[in-house]
């Protein structure tokens, strides 16, 4: 039955927006460079396979037994054991390609000794007669372009509802326990817009490590150690005795308010105390409070971790010492000029660093050793850690420590996140009014709300700078990309309403080769790639291909919407074609839910 229009339907204009198909290329060639010369083959004609659909895995199955096949058939000078067990597939471009693309005859045809756009025509013969494909394409070079038919795509959007919340899952990290470190906020004030990124960004590095199969841990260092406290405690002294904070201290509201409840709490004999008894009890209990307050800012911004792990602790445990005697007795570090030296510059770091110092006290890097080898203690295999952007000489310093363990330094991995602003009324936004001196993370959920500040925190690469723009933000419309996406989650929960009061229900229908309109083949192909996404973002640790994925699945809903109906129109009977829409429309809303949910943002069901 042809698809018929709804001009009723108007009220959300389609948009492009920054496109996401090439951002997402990954190990691969731009599958688009068809160029000229195209050789094809077709799949014998066979009827629609409702029971057996073409899905992504079973496809690459399907190209590796083919390589292997073909190996085998033509004594190739190639090792099967060299095949990937996954070889990749992306999607086109542009649609008129294919469904996918793969370009393993370009990765292996010359180790074959044959040309690879020959190795790919005997691999499109090999798969010509695979159920659910409709074509094969050898294109330019070597590239294989795969076309499948209407109801092998379909079929998809039943398999979407039936997996649920597992769909776009994956087991490539199985195996592997990852400990990723994030926020780390010092305890002496509120947390600011940079340490906001790293929550959201953090915490969704961390969602998409899980849902690609990883064991996670989140975990906070919690900076009770070091100088910066002892300067906290004297500013809150200051503040309860009605001085000024001195001049390393920290100013604003927040400061006053903390010391106004350590003297609550200790009462007031605490402010005629000598100093430095009274200084102790501010540093405990200022600390106490301020970190309560930090984890109850991060938990409303939808951030918990499994891990509060006390710098102070490294030291006190003894932790510290044991560390550094095991590097001394390896080597790892040698005594100059009175103090002890790290050999870093053996472990690629530019120069050799002190760890303990010549007065015998430890350097701030020997709690950082001592902390990376309790990680590794605890069972992880892998450790992520999210610094800012003053932090770059911790790359190669935290490389060199899990080198001089005798592990291997790729186990850890520093990222660096740059700076963030607010933007308001094209003015920049400066200062916080609680905070004093910064924008705090308060300030920006208190403007746009968490989901807004985390969708985006998450859409940009964070090594790039940021710039949020509040009123922006706060809008209600599509140039708004968290509204954007959530609506169109919102409209697929509407639309499920409306059907369900007009009767129409999935389980009386389901016609996958119905689901031949253009936009439901460019819908089930933007749902099809959910499951290579999150793979992608998570070995790259890069949250924003999420987001830019969502944006265009989101563009692709909206146009079906408008060219499709699910429900009938006026008095005209309910089809089979309206329940298999249906199911394409339950499919997409799943896989905005999945793919917000990553970010950690809610999926309304209205707006």
Not at 297 to 306: A, I, K, R
Not at 381 to 401: E, M, Q
Not at 437 to 445: G, H, P, R
Not at 593 to 601: D, E, H, I
Request: proline content about 5%.
């Amino acid at each position: 039955m042809p698809a018929t229009s709804n001009p009723v339907k108007t009220d959300v204009p389609t948009r492009t927006g920054n496109s996401a198909t090439a951002d997402l290329a990954f190990a691969v060639g731009p599958s688009g460079r068809i160029g000229n010369g195209r050789a094809s083959r077709k799949a014998a004609p066979s009827k629609p396979h409702y029971h057996d659909p073409v899905t992504p895995a079973e496809l690459a199955d399907a190209l590796r037994a083919a390589v292997i096949a073909e190996i085998d058939a033509s004594a190739l000078n190639l090792d099967p054991a060299g095949v990937p067990a996954t070889p990749h597939l992306e999607r086109p471009r542009d649609r008129s390609h294919g469904d996918w693309a793969s370009n393993i005859a370009l990765q292996l045809g010359k180790k074959a000794g044959i040309a690879p756009r020959d190795f790919a025509s005997r691999l499109a013969g090999a798969l010509a007669d695979t159920p659910g494909i409709a074509r094969l394409d050898v294109a330019g070079p070597g590239f294989l372009n795969i076309t499948l038919d209407t109801a092998a795509a379909g079929v998809l959007a039943r398999d979407i509802v039936q997996e649920g919340n597992a769909y776009g899952r994956g087991t490539a990290l199985a195996g592997q326990w990852i400990n990723v470190e994030f926020v780390s906020a010092n305890p002496t004030g509120p947390i600011h817009l940079g340490g906001a990124r790293w929550a959201a960004v953090g915490d969704a590095i961390a969602r998409l490590l899980e849902a690609d199969g990883a064991k996670v841990t989140r975990e906070y260092y919690f900076n009770d150690h070091g100088a910066q406290i002892d300067h906290f405690a004297a500013s809150l002294l200051a503040r309860a005795r009605g001085a000024e904070p001195p001049e390393n201290g920290y100013g604003g509201q927040y400061v006053e308010d903390i010391a106004r409840q350590v003297v609550d709490d200790a009462g007031p004999h605490l402010l005629a105390l000598p100093n430095t008894t009274a200084l102790e009890t501010f540093r405990t209990r200022g600390v106490e409070l301020m970190f309560v307050e930090i984890k109850a800012s991060l938990h409303n911004f939808g951030v918990d971790f499994d891990v509060y792990f006390h710098e102070e602790s490294l030291h006190s445990s003894g932790a510290v010492s044991a560390a550094l005697d095991v590097l001394k007795a390896s080597g790892a570090l040698y005594q100059a000029d009175g103090a002890w030296w790290l050999r870093s510059t053996q472990f690629g770091d530019d120069k050799d660093r002190v760890v303990i110092k010549s007065d015998g006290s430890p350097a701030y890097i020997a709690g950082d050793i001592a902390y990376l080898r309790d990680k590794k203690a605890r069972g992880a295999t892998h450790a992520i850690f999210l610094l800012g952007a003053d932090h770059h000489g911790y790359i190669a310093r935290l490389k060199a420590a899990a080198a001089a363990f005798g592990d291997d330094p790729d186990t850890v991995e520093v990222l660096i996140g740059q700076l963030v602003s607010l933007v308001r009324g094209g003015q920049p936004v400066r200062m916080s009014k609680r905070a004093g001196t910064v924008v705090t993370m308060e300030d920006l959920v208190d403007a746009v709300g968490v989901d807004a500040a985390r969708y985006a925190m998450a859409r940009s690469s964070m090594d790039s700078t940021l710039a949020i723009d509040l009123d922006l933000l706060a809008k209600h419309t599509n140039d708004n990309p968290v509204f954007y996406v959530q609506y169109a989650h919102a409209r697929t929960a509407n639309v499920a309403r409306n059907a369900a009061a007009l009767k129409v229900r999935r389980e009386d229908a389901f016609d996958p080769a119905a689901l031949n309109h253009p936009t439901e083949a460019e819908l089930l192909g933007q749902l099809a790639s959910l499951p290579r996404v999150v793979h992608q973002a998570a070995a790259l640790r890069e949250p924003h291909r999420v987001a830019r994925y969502l944006e265009e699945l989101a563009g692709a809903y909206h146009k079906w919407y408008d060219s499709c109906r699910v429900t009938p129109f006026g008095d005209d009977p309910v089809t089979d074609i309206h329940r298999t829409r249906l199911w394409l429309n339950d499919a997409t809303r799943q896989v905005l839910a999945n793919g917000l949910g990553l970010l950690g943002v809610s999926a309304p069901e209205r707006m």
